[in-house]
């Protein structure tokens, strides 16, 4: 199956194809257009358009203000994954500029979907990089809970060190003098 966007994708049109090949079509095909040129080669090609600006007659893979592509293309396929509830989620906040209640990962999810979009001006090679991205993201929400003890007390420990540092900032400043 062939699917088309616009090209430069960042956060979700790199999530919905990863979504896309993971769990409704391992052999999907992406093409990135001009958005002007979405509608011509989704009938040239027969390529499903998917998050497309301001929708198409074409598609209903489309999302309003501050939804995305992949919470469309989860409930189009009937997708219960509890990982993928929780990635949506993660995917939601980093498009929609990291609410400050949401979840913590969007920012560094935002951050290095910017990244690479600065980096990488090919949009399939993008995608192979956000492939891997989008599988440790998945891998992370869906860690055994034995794991959970660990991950949660990782920022209380962080807190404890620093902490420690100020604690011992006075005394290295009268070290120092």
């Known amino acids: 199956m062939r699917w088309v966007t616009q090209r430069r994708p960042k956060i979700d049109r790199l999530a919905s194809p ?25 009938a040239v090609t027969g390529a499903i358009p998917f998050d497309v600006p301001h929708g198409t007659p074409e598609t209903d893979l489309t999302h309003g203000p501050g939804g ?3 919470d469309v293309i989860r409930a189009r396929f009937a997708l219960t994954d509890p ?15 990291n609410r400050a209640d949401g979840a ?11 990244g690479l979009a600065g980096t990488l001006r090919d949009d399939n090679e993008r995608l ?5 991205l ?26 404890g060190l620093c902490a420690l540092g100020e604690w ?5 400043a ?4």
């Open 83 to 97: 990982g993928l509830e929780r990635l949506a989620a993660i995917v939601r906040d980093a498009q929609n500029d």
């Open 134 to 159: 989008y599988d440790s993201l998945y891998r992370w929400v869906t860690r055994p809970a034995s794991e959970e003890d660990v991950f949660a007390r990782a920022p209380a420990l962080y807190r």
């Open 174 to 177: 009268r070290r120092e003098a």
């Open 68 to 70: 995305t592509c992949f």
């Open 128 to 132: 192979d990089y956000a492939m891997v």
């Open 18 to 42: 990863w979504l896309i090949r993971r769990f409704v079509d391992p052999r999907a095909e992406f093409l990135f257009v001009a958005p002007d040129d979405i509608r011509n080669t989704a």
């Open 104 to 114: 913590p990962e969007a920012i560094g999810l935002r951050a290095i979907s910017l």
């Open 168 to 172: 011992l900032r006075p005394a290295r």
